[in-house]
């Protein structure tokens, strides 16, 4: 009885902070998801143009992935890139619950991909507010997040004339 005793709060402990770091981990891996499919969703245009709300329709699409997780505490925003003469500009961007940048503005993008000059990359980005299932433990709120460059798929860019 007394080993019982002595051992049961460390067990508990063991035990909730596995639970709490599996939830976070799962939480973490569906931001992912939720990253490339709202890259995945619109890369597949294959008319060469997007109206701003099925852009929107598309970020919002995304959040599904994050099921059970709160859709409320997730910013998804997806960027058009155009690179030319080793700079990237910003050609058009939506976001969900989340401010977008301004067309005509130059974006950081890895120098890798300022060689491809002439070239159009689409920008995901999702971040998510992760509250642990419980008050246990030292972990507080954690800002979780991913970003995903990506080529549009069967056109050589993606026009969003009413995105501005």
């Given at each position: 009885?007394?080993?019982?005793?002595?051992?049961?709060?460390?067990?508990?402990?063991?035990?909730?902070?596995?639970?709490?770091?599996q939830?976070?981990?799962?939480?973490?891996?569906?931001?992912?998801?939720?990253?490339?499919?709202?890259?995945?969703?619109?890369?597949?245009?294959?008319?060469?143009?997007?109206?701003?709300?099925?852009?929107?329709?598309?970020?919002?699409?995304?959040?599904?992935?994050?099921?059970?997780?709160?859709?409320?505490?997730?910013?998804?925003?997806?960027?058009?890139?155009?690179?030319?003469?080793?700079?990237?500009?910003?050609?058009?961007?939506?976001?969900?619950?989340?401010?977008?940048?301004?067309?005509?503005?130059?974006?950081?993008?890895?120098?890798?991909?300022?060689?491809?000059?002439?070239?159009?990359?689409l920008?995901?980005?999702?971040?998510?507010?992760?509250?642990?299932?419980?008050s246990?433990?030292?972990?507080?709120?954690?800002?979780?997040?991913?970003?995903?460059?990506?080529?549009?798929?069967?056109?050589?860019?993606?026009?969003?004339?009413?995105?501005?």
């Amino acid at each position: 009885m007394i080993e019982f005793a002595l051992t049961l709060p460390v067990m508990l402990i063991l035990y909730l902070g596995g639970v709490q770091l599996q939830d976070g981990i799962a939480c973490n891996r569906k931001v992912t998801i939720a990253t490339r499919a709202a890259g995945d969703l619109i890369s597949q245009n294959t008319t060469g143009t997007i109206s701003a709300s099925e852009v929107d329709d598309d970020l919002q699409l995304a959040t599904q992935v994050l099921l059970p997780y709160a859709a409320s505490a997730a910013t998804i925003r997806v960027t058009e890139i155009a690179i030319a003469n080793g700079q990237a500009t910003v050609k058009w961007s939506r976001g969900l619950n989340t401010t977008r940048y301004n067309p005509g503005s130059r974006i950081t993008v890895p120098n890798e991909m300022l060689a491809y000059s002439s070239s159009y990359l689409l920008f995901a980005e999702v971040t998510y507010a992760y509250t642990p299932p419980s008050s246990f433990g030292a972990i507080g709120p954690l800002t979780l997040k991913d970003s995903l460059y990506m080529i549009p798929r069967n056109t050589d860019q993606i026009d969003c004339t009413d995105c501005q």
